[in-house]
């Protein structure tokens, strides 16, 4: 079930005020079962629908089921359609409250709105993870949110590498990122060079048991603040040598995204004049020699390590490798 579809399906009928099944099934193009699935959805949602059996029946929205809000514009309107993640909050137990939240936007839109909004829920999908990725098994989502609602301690068991240990949380809030549940979390009695909050990944997360202990927020915190600046340390760690290289124009068009793509844009900013030939010195910061050869390997013949001797080195090791593996097979006989 979309919920481009329940959008769609309720501004219809916003305007039509009535439609029978047949009707909105050759409209959306699906069966007529699956539009009295969608509308048992909108009634579950809060939404005021009704279906009339027999001739000059159809499925009918009460009338006067309207209020207005002449200043939010078309702008704002759309954000508040398009700016909800449906699989994070189904996953959060909130889908059905995300869809009666929708419903009941678009019934105060004015008309010069409701347009814009069709639009907006047809062609806009957000998919938070990435290519390629099963989503994680997170069983205990449900009661960190819970915890993380009611602002109640939870003591769960984490996993690391390959052992499990025990911690009590004080859950402030939880984080999807690329299709990657985390929660953010105080540890009461923490050493003190160890306080202030930490990040768990809820897929590691093997047993959870809400406590009866409520917890006082620390004054101030907000998670998107905090969160923006533990990724930014984060990403700072992980950069801790610098590298210089000879690129090509090819190169340098594909280097954010062979390399840390915040290193790479970093890099291009700070690029030397091409020489006669186009390519161009380039300081990279990087994780590590290694890493920095393998990324770098993506680039073939459009770049050149200058320094240092042990990355060039490695690259040239790494192609020397790569090509005798993919020689000829009459070569290799």
């Given at each position: ?116 909004a069709r639009t907006i829920a047809e062609r806009f999908h957000l998919d938070a993870p990435g290519w390629f990725r099963r989503a994680e098994d997170v069983p205990h ?190 070569a290799q006989r």
């Open positions: 079930m979309k919920a481009s579809r329940l959008v769609s399906l309720l501004l219809t009928l916003q305007q039509r005020r009535s439609a029978t099944a047949a009707e909105l099934a050759a409209l959306f193009e699906v069966s007529e079962r699956t539009v009295y699935r969608d509308v048992a959805a909108l009634q579950a949602a809060g939404v005021p629908l009704w279906t009339e059996p027999g001739r000059g029946g159809g499925i009918r929205l009460l009338a006067g089921w309207r209020t207005r809000l002449d200043g939010l514009t078309g702008s704002e309107a759309a954000a508040l359609l398009a700016g909800a993640a449906p699989q994070a909050l189904a996953e959060l137990g909130l889908g059905s409250v995300l869809l009666a939240a929708q419903a009941k936007l678009i019934a105060t839109m004015p008309d010069a709105l409701r347009e814009r989502l449900a009661v960190i949110a819970d915890a993380v609602w009611h602002q109640r301690r939870v003591a769960v068991r984490y996993r690391r590498n390959d052992t499990s240990v025990r911690r009590v949380l004080e859950p402030l809030g939880l984080v999807l990122k690329a299709g990657v549940w985390y929660v953010v979390a105080h540890v009461p009695a923490t050493a003190p060079e160890r306080a202030g909050p930490r990040t768990y990944r809820l897929g590691r997360i093997t047993a959870a048991e809400p406590l009866d202990e409520a917890f006082a927020r620390p004054e101030g915190f907000v998670l998107a603040q905090w969160w923006a600046r533990s990724a930014a340390a984060f990403d700072r760690t992980l950069i801790r040598e610098t590298v210089l290289l000879r690129v090509s124009p090819a190169g340098l068009r594909d280097l954010p995204g062979a390399t840390d793509p915040a290193a790479g844009a970093e890099a291009l900013v700070h690029v030397g004049p091409p020489d006669g030939t186009g390519w161009c010195e380039v300081t990279l910061a990087v994780e590590s020699v290694k890493v920095a050869a393998h990324q770098l390997l993506a680039l073939g013949p459009e770049v050149e390590v200058l320094a240092p001797p042990e990355l060039r080195a490695a690259l040239a090791a790494l192609g020397a490798a790569v090509a005798a593996r993919n020689a000829p097979v009459a």
